[in-house]
Each structure stands twice: as structure tokens, then as C-alpha cells.
């Protein structure tokens, strides 16, 4: 073979030649032949890197079959096999199919061709596989169905475990101090005031009982409502929380805002004239607005006359602040204000000015125009920011002519626009307005008086796009009066559409602020709140004040006051957030799940004062009147918090009542107040509340509780079913196990009198056999127990008798305790012992499921019983081996017994029958 360097000159050499002759076809231009661009030195380094290559994989090949030969596998004869392998008839069918059979399409066109069998097997083949197809698809539509119901189920109880642990994270508390009650609420007061929002700090310890105690005095108040509500009188709640309300520390700014806040609601929902929470004139009902502010269309007339009370209401607030304000101005600096010795409206306000805008007898502000050495417009302005608008018509009337010289019709307009019941000019009076307006108080400059065009807005309540006055709405307050007072929800005649202003339109733009625009600082969580409160927006304003740990006692009981008068939204339980209380928070229409804010706050004190818990779940059930589901669901969501209240407290007979031995009934808290849960008498009470707690016990396996519940209930058959339950468990536990529920008894035992419970009774068998005795004395009680049960629990307690004899070695009594039953037929009739294994089919679970543990115990029984025989020292004793073989009889039957109930019982169970037998035999 030629080598690589002879190779490399031959190849030279004809490309030489090729380019040296031009006759060759191959020289023409486009077909050159190209020339080796790699040397000898690359080639080789090449072809080595190659080999290199290959060996390597082949190495690697190699202890792959070096690896899999020492386990015993032939790699070599594995691959053979496996290629060897012919899968092109996988999907044939298993018996070959004659030329002369028939496709499915030949039946099609002829039906009533008549086929012998051998002529079948294509339709069969096709037949099988459509199955064997239909079997495959539904086994993959069943385990789709199945990991998709499955992860539903799962999202599910996630859902529902992280809104447990939601509710959990409020309940938590730091350890308590002193074991007083005063102390632990003390405690948990300090709880819930642990988790600061932004820009507040953790309250002191002095803060911590401050709130305990308002918190004391927020509860009297409800617990006064409550009494209000069940006789049926109108109480004034408002008023009587901001009474209760009242710092006890002087100079405490916090208590004194969240005071003026709830004045502030009074002035927003009409309470007016309340001593003590109650009415001394016109009484506002309870849910007074919920028709119109829950239940109405937002565009209805009865909605727009609530956000007219809640608009004037705030205005009204508002001018009776800045009075306030006025008079303390006054009083800081009286030599300015020369108020004089008549203290009238129009000296206040003149004194005002006086403070406000006269230095040395001079009036500082130049744009003021002066009449009379009075700043008139400035003076009108005041009046009616005050709330003394008649004051102010009666001022400008008495400067008609000085006020003429500078605007001619001035007083005209301001006299028809404080005659008119919503403060709105007559169309014809108002187009001459807006023509004089555009034409001389429009464009007025920085230099004009800005009271006068304050004025003239008002009146005209023109260029709505345009709210602000300088010099005039310098402050927060001044503002919102001005807002307020060109709130209108309703159009007026000549009213363009663009000039519509309501108070929807007034909680847009506030809610487009936001809290930083009017408390930077975040430090003033309360003002926030007022102007929320102020615009209406109570769900929203709700939501915001509870973020505020040291404030969220006080936003509870706001919610309670606005949802007592109907003034505050709930959610569907479908839509209501998972954490925040606040729903659709976005929208033109927030709701606030008030029944959750309730049920957090009460988990604070409800181990210390469940029955003040219990009257804030009441006020769940205020939202009964909704219309459709979402009634049903707040009065169902009372219910259920106050079952949780009941199980988490375990105060049964403070809230649920007992029956004394005689069968005298003792009402509990709840059955006392069924009205105010909305529950119809008290059998709805006992299925609604007790039985359901019961229920639930039940499920949880806490025996005693079940049983105190259901007896309460007066659902004694259930009693009975709960004790054979657990005397059907007691059976598998030792006697010292068994012992180890005695304080959990106990514990019920002390509230359940009802049931002649002794504190010193240990043995679930003798607290059944005191149920029944207590049961036996009453016939009312003893007939709802239902006969099948009663039996079921008498055998348990033979059979629990038998098991304690047996283990304190009393074996005969132990025997004639398990005769006593009927259960295990020990003689020879083998029809008898038929007919007894036929029967344990309706024999109670809680007896069934102990019979390895019986049948164990009774073979035990017989074989000890004849061991002692077997070993007595007198073998010669006639009666003796009478016994002897009546204890085989008994084994033999007892075997047979069981050789019917294979398949209910365990091998291990048969195994050890067996063997006994054969020792007993």
C-alpha cells in the first residue's frame, strides 16, 4: 500500500498536470479540482486524536460488560437477544385470521348475512380490541380523574388549614403573670397589641392596661346593647362607645381623638340627644339604613338620601370643629380678638378675624377688601364655615348697600342659594349668575379678596375641575368643608353633566391621595381614618384603622357601630379574602368580613370571659335581614363561632346550661339569649348549637365532652352509641391504660350532674352503668334510647367485667360473665353455633371488632380453668373430669365458632385458638 508521502506527490502531481493541460474537460473554469489544505504532521495528529477516541469508548464498553458479567448477566447474549426480537406482530391477533374472513364493512352492507363461527374472527379480533382500547382510556381517565380530584381535595384543606392558621396567629399570647382574671386580660390585651404597622412602635406597658381598661369599658357598653336588643328598644351606641371612650389619664391625646372620632360618627349616621345610651327625642332603630345603604341600587333614591345624610352630617361636623377651634383661638389671645362683652356669633367671628388678620389695628392682608373697617367677605365666609349660614345672611343684609357698592346682586344670590333646601340657585337666577361670574369673578387675580371668590363658588357651585381656593382651603379640614359643600347626588336644572359632584366623586379623589398625601409621617393613623370616615368610605376606613395594633380595639367597635346601623358592607363567604378584612378593595363598592374581625378579636379573652366573647359573636347575626345566601350565611357563621367558642372553652355550664339529678333544667347563657343568635325556640338551639358541638366532639374523640353535649342535647340514644364506643375501645386497653382517662372523666363528671357522674368514678363501665341508671329513673329519657344500644352496651359492660375478672385471675367469674352474654356459643349444638355466626353480622361494630380479643380471652379462660384441673393433686375426682370435658366442649364449639368467622379474624388470633386447643385437647 502506497504511504501517506507517496500518496501526497501523487495527488501533486495530478493536480499539476490538470492545471497544465487546457484541453482536459476537467481545466474548464468551475470544476478545479481543490487542493489538500492539511500537512502530513496534521493528518497523523488527526488520526491519532480519533483512535484515541474510539479506544476509549470501546474501553468504556468494555467495563460495562466487565460490570454487568459479575452480576450474572451476559451483556454479549442480552444484546443478541434483544435484537433478535420481532415486534411486527405484536398487535396481530393471538389466532390467525382465514383469507376467508369477512370485514366489517361487508356486515355493514349486508345485515343479514348469516356468518359461521370460523368466518367470525376478524369481527372478534376487532370486537377485543375495541375492549381491551375502552379498558385502557378509562384507566387513564380514572387516574386523571383521580390526581386531579386529589389535588382539588388537597387545595381544599389547604385552604381551609391556612385559614385555621390565620384565625390561630391572633389566638397566641405571651406567657401571663398573675393568675387574675384582670391580669390575663391584661395579658391579652398586650397580645393583641403586639404586630406595630408602619411608622407606629410596641405599646408600653402603661399603654397595654390603658387599652385593657377601654376595652373593659367597651364591653359594658356591648353587653348593654345586647340587653337593648332583646327587649326591643333603640339604643344609642354611638354615643355611649365614645362615653366609654374617655381617657382616664389626663391629657391623653390618643383617647381624646379616638373621642372626637366617635362624635364625629354621630354627626355621619344622625345620633343625636343620648344620655347614657339612651334616646331622649327621635330614636334611630336598629339597621336604620340597611334597606338603603346594603340592600338598594347604588343609583336608587333611598341610596342617594343616605350619602346626603352621611355628606351633611360630615359638613356639619366639620363646621362645629372649626367653632370650636374659633373659640380657642379667642381665648389664647382675647386682647387681639377685643372680643367685647357680648359674646355672639358675630363677635366670635370678628374677634377671629381680628386674631387672625389685624396687627396693630392694621389689616395685614391687603387682598381683604374692607367695609366699615370690617373684611366683609372674609366675615360672610366664616359664618357660613361655621355652620351660622342664617348669621350670615343676616350680616349681609345689614351691609346690603356697603356690599352693593362692590358686587350689586350679591346678597340676592346668597339669599335664594340659602333659601333653597339643597342649596342650589334657580335656573334663571343661575344663568344670570354664571353670566356675571364668567364675567367678573372667573379670572380674578392673586391680588383679589379670595373670600369673595369662595364665595361665589359656593354659591354658583361652578368649575367643579377646579375645587381649590388659595389663601381660602389651607388646611385639611377647610378643604374637606369646601368638598362637602359642593357635594351634590342629585342633578339640578341647568347642571351640565360634567359638573355632576357626589360623594362617590369626593372618595375617588381622596382614595387616588392616599394616606401618605394627607399623614406623611405615617404617625396620625387617626386622621387618615376621619377623612375616610368623612367620605364615606367606612369599609375602607375600617380596614385601615385595624392595621394599627393600638388601635384595633377601637376599629372593632366602630365596625360594630356602623354594621348596628346598617352602614357597613359584608362579603359573600365565597369572595371574602383569606387574610385581609378587607374584600374588593379596588373597587367602587369594598366590603369587610365583619364576622371574622369579631371572631379574631374575641379569641383574645375568650378563655378568660367566654360569656363576653359569646355577646360580640351575637352581633354577627345583625346581617339575618340580607336578602337571599348571604343572610343565611352570616347567621351560619355566628352559629359556627359560637360552637368553636363552646368546644375551645369547654364553659358548658355557663354556656349551655346542665340538668341537675332531679331533671331540672338550668339554662345556659346561650339558650337565654336564642333571639339575638336568631335561632326560632330552644329544640332549634339544641340541634343548631349543642347537638353540632356534640357532633363534633364526637368526631374529635373527646368522650366525655360528647357526652355531656349530646346529653344536653337530650339526644340520649347518642349518648349511649358514644359510651358503647368507648367501653368497645376500653375492651383491646389493659386495666392500667383504661385508668388513664379517669381525670378526662372527671372533667366531665364535675359539669354532669345530669348523668349521676361520681368525681371518684375511674371505670368507663361503671360511668355507663350510671347513665343507665340515671336513665332508667326518667321515663322521658330512657324512652329515646333505643332498645338494639341499650343491649349492645349492657353486653360491653358484661364483657368488660369478664376482661377485669379475668384479669385479676378471676377466671370462673370471668367465664360465666362472657357466657352471660350469648355472644360466644360454648356447646355442641351445631345449628345453635350457626345461626350465632349468622347473627354476628348485626351485631354493633364496637362488639365486632373486639371479638379476637374475646375469643382469645375466653379459649385463655377454658384453658387455664382446665390446666388447674389437669394439675390437681385428686386425679381420681369423678366430677373433676366432668369439668375436664365440659371445658373441651367448650374449646371444640368455641373452635368451631371461629372456624365460621375465618375471614373476620386475624391469622395470629387463629393461630393462638388453635394452639390452646391442642393443648387443651
Known sequence: MASLASLLEQSQRLQASLASSSSAPLSQPGIDLPAIQLGLDQIESQSRRIAGRSLKEAGQAGNAAYLLASGGVNAEQLSSNINSVNLAGTFEPLVPLSDTDIEASVLEDCPRLNLVDGEQGYIRHTHEQAIISAIEEGRRATTDDFYRNLDSKMRRDWEKQKEQLFEELGKHQPAAGPSNETSRRSAQTASFDRTPAVGTSFPSSGGSLQMHSKMMRYDRVIRRLNEFRKEGFAFGLVSALGEASVGTTAGDSRSTQTTETWRLLAHLVGERDVLNGEFQRTALQERQYAQAYLMSDAESQDAAGVRKMIGDGAREYLEEQFMTYVEKTIASRPAEAALGGVPSIQNKIRGFLNVKYQKNGQWSNQALEIANNTPVWARIYYLVRSGHAEDALAFATEHEGELQKLEKSFVSYFKAWLDSPDRRLPKLLRDRFLAEYNQRIRYLTDTSDPYKHALYKLIGRVEINRRNVPGVTQTTEDWLWFQLSLVRETEGQGEAPHESYGLRDLAAVLLKFGEAHFDPKGTRPLLYFQVLLLSGQFERAIAFLQ??????????????????YGLLRVPARGKSAEVEFLTDGKTATPSLSFARLLHRYTRLFAQSDAAEALQYLYLICLYADLKGPLGEEQVALAHQYVRELVMETRQYSQLLGDVRNDGTKVSGQIERDLKLLHLADSRTYLLDIVKSAAER??????????????????????????????????????????????????????????????AGQEDVAQVARSILEHYDRSASMSGKVSRKRRETCETLMRLKEALSAYERGHLEQALQAIESTNLIPLHSDLVHLIRAAEDVNSVDDAIVRNLDVILVATMTVLYKLHQQLKESPFGGDASRQQRMQEYRAKARSLMTFAGMLRYRLSSDTYSQLTRLDVFIN
Open 547 to 564: 392595621q394599627h395594633s393600638q388601635y384595633q380595639a377601637d376599629a372593632v367597635h366602630f365596625a360594630i357601630a356602623l354594621a348596628y
Open 697 to 758: 366532639a364526637d368526631v374529635e374523640q373527646r368522650f366525655s365532652e360528647a357526652i355531656l353535649l349530646y346529653n344536653l342535647a337530650e339526644e340520649y340514644d347518642a349518648v349511649i352509641a358514644v359510651l358503647n364506643v368507648e367501653l368497645g375501645n376500653s375492651l383491646s386497653r389493659p386495666a392500667s391504660s383504661s385508668d388513664s382517662t379517669s381525670s378526662h372523666q372527671r372533667s366531665a363528671a364535675g359539669a354532669m350532674s345530669t348523668i349521676g357522674m361520681a
